[in-house]
């Protein structure tokens, strides 16, 4: 038995002789754990047989998952891993979810001290990069998992959709104020960035480290790079909302986070942040649309969330309930364009306002 098992783990960390068609790489994967897990005599013991862990992998695998197989490749002749189980991923992401973690290290850890995270994993570790990129590379393919999952729910009658509560809630960001500079400074910066990816072509550079250290400092440059140019893009979108052309002179951006926005926060004070927007049924208390906005205000936002909603749901909420800065003018004409309205809970004006989107007698 050991043997068949070390020889299998050997031919899985030499690389695949041949690509593998979706199921025949999902089954694959899987079957070496459960073989590792079997040998090692400690798979079924580490959680109980009613674990919420096993609902998410179970969950999981009732997922329509094609979308994150697209990009996976083995090639033939060639040493390396094979590309992580989308299903096994997703499962750590939802879990980790379930539990408050949010980080990609902080997951990592988990995986090899918290029973859970290694019945999932098979007590096999996880890198954070990995983690992170799959997050990152995968946000269509996410998007789509977050309809499938309402869909199910809606199926199941859980989401009934007769009231929407809908809230902006400033989130921010690790940019500092330092971070932030004008397009002299970020040009400067994005120059020194590109020639030290120039640098890197050079072998003696690479000579001097391990290769593990240069291939991390490989990345980190090309990152780096990469926010620089994103900060230009987003200093043009900051210069066109400016009028003046002083104001449009002094505008600047963070070089870290390009994409925020100096908002003001509910204590008062000031910060880099987004502005995200959560649309929730009211009955099942389940998320059923989420936007991010780099507006401080949510002034305009509820039509916009109805829409997000509809488009998650395939059908417009009974009525959606938001703050009396998301109901205004701006929503007001375009809630009747839609053929809805736009009051208070109870018909009149108030602080809350309520778009019906089935022209329902508020």
Excluded at 86 to 108: D, H, Q, T
Excluded at 123 to 152: C, M, P
Aim: proline share 2%; hydrophobic share 35%; net charge negative.
């Amino acid at each position: 038995m050991a043997v068949e098992i070390y020889s299998e783990l050997g031919f899985w960390i030499l690389g695949f002789e041949r690509k593998f068609e979706q199921n025949e790489l999902d089954d694959y994967e899987n079957r070496i754990r459960e073989k590792v897990w079997s040998a090692l005599g400690k798979k079924e013991g580490l959680v109980s047989e009613d674990h919420e862990v096993r609902a998410v992998w179970e969950f999981a695998g009732r997922m329509d998952l094609s979308g994150y197989y697209e990009e996976i490749e083995a090639v033939e002749g060639e040493a390396g891993r094979c590309a992580m189980d989308p299903r096994l991923m997703i499962s750590l992401w939802i879990y980790a979810y379930s539990k408050g973690v949010s980080s990609a290290r902080e997951i990592s850890r988990l995986c090899e001290s918290d029973s859970a995270y290694q019945w999932l994993t098979g007590i096999e570790s996880i890198n954070y990069h990995t983690l992170s990129d799959f997050r990152v590379d995968h946000k269509e393919a996410l998007n789509e998992l977050f309809t499938q999952v309402l869909g199910l729910l809606s199926a199941e009658g859980l989401i009934s959709l007769e009231r929407v509560m809908h809230d902006g809630s400033k989130i921010k960001v690790c940019a500092s104020a330092d971070t932030f500079r004008r397009e002299e400074k970020i040009r400067a910066h994005l120059g020194a960035a590109r020639q030290q990816v120039e640098q890197m072509g050079d072998p003696r550079w690479a000579e001097e480290v391990s290769p593990r250290v240069a291939k991390a400092r490989q990345r980190a440059v090309r990152e780096k790079q990469q926010r620089l140019e994103m900060a230009l893009q987003e200093l043009e979108k900051v210069r066109g909302s400016k009028s003046g052309v002083e104001a449009k002179e002094q505008a600047r951006v963070s070089m870290t986070d390009p994409e925020a926005r100096v908002m003001k926060q509910p204590d008062g004070s000031y910060a880099p942040s987004y502005n995200v927007q959560i649309s929730t049924d009211a009955q099942a208390r389940v998320i059923v649309g989420v936007g991010i906005t780099q507006s401080g205000s949510d002034y305009g936002e509820l039509v916009a969330a109805a829409e997000k909603v509809e488009q998650n749901m395939g059908e417009t909420p009974d009525q959606m309930v938001g703050d009396g800065g998301e109901g205004n003018r701006f929503d007001r004409i375009h809630g009747r364009a839609r053929g809805s309205s736009v009051g208070g809970p109870d018909g009149s004006s108030g602080r809350r306002s309520c778009l019906s989107s089935r022209k329902l007698s508020l």
